[in-house]
């Protein structure tokens, strides 16, 4: 299957009605009868179609001492919510750049230029980025960074193209509206205004229902108006702008009689609604521009941010299986595919499998700040949740 296929494939499951495909990242001791659970999970998954599983490799990391991987521990946790938090909000920047293209959303949301559901099931640690030799403290520092850093800029970066984005929804909405207040860009043509030292041309709009009254009185509205100077320019619905030509020592008495008769005196200065022209045509240039730049942005930052998320998830299953399990260090991790539809029953599985790790995690209401601890509860065997739905913006 292609990329954009397995894609669409993916997106497909995680917007079935009451369907949302997720990762487990579990972990269990290398014992004797933790192995035997593991081989008795791998089949019944793949005979019940519970979840698919996969082994999923973390690399051997520095311990240090207990104290430390206690407060790595939470550090990892505040981490966590802080990067999940990042990535959604890329994501959802970059659903509002798109203007709520979906298809445009999965096709820029890679990680390590493959779709996430590839990334997570054939995850390699990167070494170079993040090296093994490091403690983990200075591991879980340079996601931080990288996370503090790519939130900071999206701030800004975003911050930046909306104000050029308001700015241009700003003037393009005075090319609408009504004949009162519409920008006359494209309607009045420098020719139809006489200007010179003595004789200047007015715009009026006139209702409709006041075309006849127009014509019979505005010679009358000061006995300085050019005879039958006026022209219609425009119309809508709503009514027509008519130009006028007048003397320049007139146009305050003229405007003043115009009110009276219910006609409304457009101000006009041809040379300043060039200039807005002229505007609106370099920021549409300027919006198109930083379009580009901040979706390639959006898409490399992405994907760093989204890797560094498995990394961390993976940081987070080997502290807590020293944690739990002890030391020399010697367990295994578990990716499951699953979704909701399976999940309460695979959990079952999981529970029953695993049980004799921690007997007292069958209890009901047993939830406590210990490692291991899962959207509040605590299960005898370790377990992340890798969340699909990092694409769901509202």
């Avoid at 669409?8 to 997720?22: N, R």
């Amino acid at each position: 299957m292609s990329k954009v296929g397995r894609i669409f494939e993916w997106w497909s499951l995680c917007e079935a009605p009451g369907v949302m495909t997720d990762f487990w990242l579990i972990s269990v001791p290398l014992d004797k009868t933790s192995l035997t659970s593991v081989e008795k999970l791998k089949r019944t998954a793949a005979k019940t179609n519970l979840a698919s599983c996969c082994k999923f490799s973390i690399p051997n990391l520095k311990v240090g001492i207990l104290d430390s991987l206690l407060s790595v521990s939470d550090d990892l946790s505040k981490l966590d919510t802080l990067t999940e938090s990042v990535i959604k909000k890329t994501c959802q920047c970059m659903r509002d750049v798109m203007e709520q293209s979906n298809d445009k959303v999965l096709e820029n949301s890679l990680a390590n230029g493959v779709d996430l559901m590839s990334y997570v099931t054939k995850f390699q640690w990167d070494k170079a980025k993040y090296p093994t030799a490091l403690p983990l403290s200075s591991l879980a520092d340079i996601i931080n960074k990288e996370v503090s850093q790519v939130e900071t800029e999206l701030k800004s970066r975003a911050a930046a193209y909306n104000s050029v984005k308001v700015s241009l929804q700003s003037l393009e909405h005075k090319l609408e509206g009504n004949l009162q207040t519409r920008s006359l860009n494209g309607i009045v043509r420098k020719e139809d205004l006489v200007v010179s030292e003595y004789l200047t041309t007015l715009l009026v709009v006139v209702t409709r229902g006041s075309y006849l009254q127009w014509e019979r009185t505005y010679e009358s509205l000061s006995e300085f108006v050019v005879p039958r100077s006026s022209r219609k320019l425009f119309e809508d619905r709503e009514g027509g702008i008519f130009s006028v030509t007048l003397f320049k020592r007139a146009v305050y008495k003229f405007k003043a009689k115009a009110q009276e008769s219910k006609f409304i005196v457009r101000e006009y200065i041809f040379d300043l609604e060039e200039k807005k022209k002229q505007e609106i045509k370099q920021l549409s240039v300027h919006k198109k521009e930083q379009y580009g730049i901040f979706v390639s942005w959006l898409k490399v930052n992405f994907s760093e941010v989204f890797i560094a998320w498995v990394h961390l998830k993976a940081l987070r299953v080997f502290v807590e299986s020293v944690l739990r399990y002890g030391l020399p260090v010697n367990y295994q991790a578990l990716l499951l595919q699953t979704d909701t539809k399976h999940s309460k029953k695979l959990r079952e599985e999981l529970s029953s499998l695993f049980k004799h790790l921690d007997p007292t995690a069958s209890m009901t209401d047993v939830s406590c700040d210990i490692p291991g601890l899962f959207q509040q509860e605590y299960f005898s065997y370790i377990c992340f949740h890798i969340s699909t739905n990092v694409l769901e913006t509202s």
